[in-house]
Each structure stands twice: as C-alpha cells, then as structure tokens.
C-alpha cells in the first residue's frame, strides 16, 4: 500500500511540473508574439489611437490587407491587456469595452473608421441616427466593412422598417475607396431602399407584413 501510495505521489508531483512547464512555455510564447505590444491600459491608449488612424487612413485607401493587419493588432493588444486570457468584451471593464470607449467619437460627430459613435445622416427623404460599430464590433475581423445601426430620429416619418431601427452587419462587399463613415452608411440606405423596400420607405408603428 505504501508504494502505491508513493508512487501516486511521484505521478501527481510530475503532472505538477509538466503544468507548470506548459505554462511556463505559454508564457513565453506570449512575451514572444506580443512583446512588442504596450502592457497597460495608460500606455495602450496613445497606441490604439495612433492604430486607429492608420485603420482609418488605410479604409479610405481601401487597403484590404493592412485594414486586417490593423484589426487583428487591435484584438491583440487587448489581448495582452487581458494577460492573455479570452474575454476581451466580457464586461464593461474589459480591455477590448474600456479601449472602445475611451476612443469613441463624441455623440453627434462623424467618427473615423475604427471608432464607435453616434451621428446623423439624410437620405432618401429621411433622417436616421448612424450607430456604428468600432474595432471590437461583431464580425469587425472578418468583414471588409464595419457593421452599424440606423435609427429613426423623426418617428412620424416613412423609414426603413416599421420599428424604426434596422441593423446592417456584413453588408457593402469588398473594400473601396474613398469612403468615409456616413458616406458609406448613406450609400448603404440608399441602396437597401432601391432593392429592398423597391423605394418606398414603411410608416413606423405599422402591421409587418
């Protein structure tokens, strides 16, 4: 009995240190592939701000390539932040909410590719409040175009639904350039009324169909 129990001991012990050699190896993985990165909230922001430029200057050129370098970088840095652990968006104190936050747009200005924010545009007769998503949107690295919201900001008015809301995700193709924020979502409108709604808008409040 007792070598039986020596020698689960000498298992659990050896289990032990294989445990911590994968961790051990992991961690310096990690060092290797985000070393470069910042490794605080207070030196990520000036980082992802300058990130967020290029992400911005790279969507007007329609850059496909580096705008999924710069996306990628962006879930890797909040990554880092989170010390390598899944659950960048977990909760409002995650790295990848705090970073989104911290750098949206104020409400009512045009934010630029990468940020999220709030704005206004005109089209087809109507106005609609353009709630676009930032680097941490969903789908944000594996479509071209970042996905929005448009809500109706005169509800006595036709709009594109009857609830006064609809949501764009994955929409606009593949990457072009020359288009900037509201010019994009005003472009998208347009041409879901044409194809969609065959150009009428519907009354808000209305029976669906």
């Not at 995650?94 to 970073?99: E, Q, S, T």
């Not at 809301?165 to 924020?181: C, I, K, N, Q």
Request: glycine share 10%.
């Amino acid at each position: 009995m007792g070598r039986q129990e020596n020698a689960g001991s000498v298992q659990l012990g050896f289990d032990a240190l294989l445990t911590q050699a994968e961790t051990d190896n992991r961690a310096r993985e990690d060092a290797k592939a985000y070393g470069d990165l910042p490794a605080t909230m207070h030196a990520a922001l000036p980082f992802y701000r300058a990130l967020l430029a290029r992400h911005n200057q790279s969507m007007l050129a329609g850059d496909a390539a580096a705008v999924s370098v710069l996306r990628q970088e962006a879930h890797d840095l909040a990554y880092k932040l989170n010390d390598y652990q899944p659950g960048i968006l977990a909760n409002d104190d995650a790295p990848g909410c705090v970073l989104d936050r911290l750098t949206r747009a104020c409400d009512g200005e045009v934010p630029i590719w990468g940020q999220s924010g709030s704005f206004v545009v005109a089209c087809e007769g109507m106005q609609a409040q353009i709630e676009l998503d930032g680097l941490f949107g969903v789908g944000a690295c594996h479509m071209a175009w970042l996905s929005f919201a448009a809500n109706a900001v005169e509800p006595s008015k036709p709009f594109l639904s009857e609830t006064g809301y609809r949501s764009f995700m994955g929409v606009g193709g593949e990457l072009r350039a020359g288009y900037s924020p509201d010019a994009f979502a005003t472009s998208i409108i347009a041409a879901y009324v044409a194809s969609q709604l065959k150009g009428k808008l519907k009354k808000i409040g209305s029976p669906t169909r």
